[in-house]
């Protein structure tokens, strides 16, 4: 049977797994900076790519390829190239596939760190950025220019929970001869297959649902080999690599992904509905309730809601830090993707370095609290939140 037959939550567990000399069990972590060569000629046919086989870890190691290799296989990729945060894999994505003079089309509804590294560094090597709507397919057809190279999303969206139409926007970004970048963090590629929606690429920050439980830093790339070739070489000379050490931690994360992504989408779902009963929320989004505006989207093109519930609360920035002081259960942190639940006012934090106008065209108000829904029993992480809310 090949690998490609099997379902995600056996990928998770065995797909990419290569066995040493020793035919240990477990996935071996190789903490090594370099690696030996037989002789010269071997060094030579390595270095110039005659020869597979591992060089510099920087760029080759076996526990990072069993890290990219198994990734890959989930999304459906032919190839991945891992980094060492999420933030340098969204970097490698665009120094590797975009050059001077080229022009960006982004969702509005963008981690904060995303929109900074658009604005304020790729903007220094003449690449520009034009932001338009998460939902409205139409905003992306008028915002393409002759110079247009890549669409870049998030779905759901950070911290709204926007859905965006990835095939609609993927027809729109191949009518161009733009790439469609989608950053899968929030789904991971159990709940969403944005490759077989129709997107080029996928990005993702490992280190929240993949890791699951806080502990490293990783990012990745993926898709085809031919637009990860330039990603890659990226990588090789500039170095924003993930550490064997962590690349062997998400291995073991992945493992249990299915199981956690189950969990977290099915306590943010009785945490949502609940937050919809409390007479000082005024705004409950959360994908898998009927009461978002994208829900049937969601429901078409993710498995699950995710673990994502975002809320806001009369009373505005006051209230939303009352709320989040008042917590003695939730870890006040901008994490997310954790086995323990999160909370953070996003203006103030993950959103606090764009511009108060930028916020407010994101929707991203005063009021507005993030929640990362975590494994403990729900009627929990209510009373914590309840003593707040009162």
């Not at 904060?112 to 903007?123: D, R, S």
């Not at 673990?307 to 997310?336: M, P």
Request: aromatic fraction near 6%.
């Amino acid at each position: 049977m090949s690998e490609s037959s099997y379902q995600p939550e056996t990928l998770a567990v065995h797909a990419g797994t290569a066995r040493s000399q020793f035919g240990e069990h477990s996935e071996a972590l190789f903490l090594t900076s370099s690696f030996v060569f037989e002789n010269a000629a071997q060094a030579a046919a390595r270095f110039i790519g005659e020869q597979p086989g591992n060089i510099y870890s920087r760029f080759t190691n076996p526990t990072v390829t069993m890290f990219e290799e198994r990734l890959a296989a989930m999304e459906g990729a032919e190839q991945c190239v891992a980094t060492a945060s999420g933030m340098s894999a969204i970097l490698a994505c665009v120094m590797g596939v975009l050059q001077n003079g080229d022009h960006i089309v982004a969702s509005r509804s963008l981690f904060g760190a995303t929109v900074n590294l658009f604005n304020n560094i790729i903007k220094k090597f003449g690449v520009e950025t034009s932001y338009v709507s998460a939902t409205d397919v139409t905003e992306w057809q008028a915002a393409v220019r002759p110079n247009t190279r890549l669409f870049f999303l998030e779905t759901p969206s950070n911290p709204l929970t926007e859905i965006s139409d990835i095939a609609a926007i993927a027809a729109v970004a191949k009518k161009c001869g733009a790439l469609l970048a989608v950053d899968n963090c929030f789904c991971t590629p159990v709940l969403q297959s944005p490759l077989a929606l129709g997107a080029d690429i996928v990005i993702h920050s490992a280190t929240k649902y993949i890791d699951g439980q806080g502990r490293a830093l990783g990012g990745a790339v993926l898709g085809s080999k031919k637009n990860m070739e330039s990603v890659y070489g990226f990588l090789r000379t500039a170095g924003p690599a993930m550490s064997p050490f962590n690349a062997w931690v998400f291995l073991k994360g992945m493992e249990t992904l299915k199981l956690r992504m189950d969990a977290h989408s099915a306590n943010a779902l009785q945490l949502a509905r609940w937050l919809e009963t409390q007479p000082n929320v005024t705004r409950v989004l959360y994908p898998g309730l009927p009461s978002h505006p994208q829900h049937k989207l969601a429901m078409k093109q993710q498995k699950t809601g995710g673990g994502i519930v975002s809320f806001e609360v009369r009373g505005g920035k006051a209230a939303a830090w009352r709320v989040i002081d008042s917590t003695r259960l939730l870890s006040i942190t901008a994490n997310l993707g954790d086995t323990k639940t999160t909370i953070t006012h996003p203006a103030s934090t993950t959103h606090a370095r764009i511009t108060p106008e930028a916020r407010a065209a994101a929707g991203i108000s005063d009021g507005l609290i993030r929640i990362a829904v975590g494994l403990e029993a729900v009627v929990d992480i209510q009373n914590d939140l309840s003593r707040g809310l009162r």
